[in-house]
C-alpha cells in the first residue's frame, strides 16, 4: 500500500510564495509520474503541473512561469514551488502519483491542502 501526504498550505497575501510538499510512503520502489491539481470552490479540478519519469514537465497556462514542480527521489518526495501567487489561485490543492512498487503501478491522491491568497 502506499500513501501520499501533502503539507505546506496555508494562507498567504498576493505576491507571496509557498512550497507544497508529497510524501509517497509505504511499498514505493520508484514515482513514475508525479502531478499536481487544485480545486476551486464550485469548480472541476484541474491539473496545475505534471512530469513524467523523462524530462517532460507541463505546466497549466495559468501558472507558467510562476509555479514550479520538482522532486527529490531518495526522499520519494515532489514539491510545488508557488511563487508571485495570485487570488485566483485560492483552491484546494492535491497531488497526484503513478508509483510502481515493484509488481504493479498505482495511481494514488494526498489528501488536499488548502492554499487560500488573499489581502
Known amino acids: 500500500q502506499v500513501q501520499l501526504a501533502e503539507s505546506g498550505g496555508g494562507l498567504v497575501e498576493p505576491g507571496g510564495s509557498l512550497r507544497l510538499s508529497c510524501a509517497a510512503s509505504g511499498s514505493v520502489l520508484s514515482i513514475n509520474r508525479m502531478a499536481w491539481y487544485r480545486q476551486a470552490p464550485g469548480k472541476e479540478r484541474e491539473l496545475v503541473a505534471a512530469?513524467?519519469?523523462?524530462?517532460?514537465?507541463n505546466y497549466s497556462d495559468s501558472v507558467k512561469g510562476r509555479f514550479t514542480i520538482t522532486r527529490d527521489n531518495a526522499k520519494n518526495t515532489f514539491y510545488l514551488q508557488m511563487n508571485s501567487l495570485k487570488l485566483e489561485d485560492t483552491a484546494v490543492y492535491y497531488c497526484n502519483a503513478a508509483v510502481f512498487t515493484g509488481t504493479i503501478t498505482g495511481i494514488y491522491w494526498g489528501q488536499g491542502t488548502q492554499v487560500t491568497v488573499t489581502s
Open positions: 512530469s513524467g519519469s523523462g524530462s517532460s514537465i
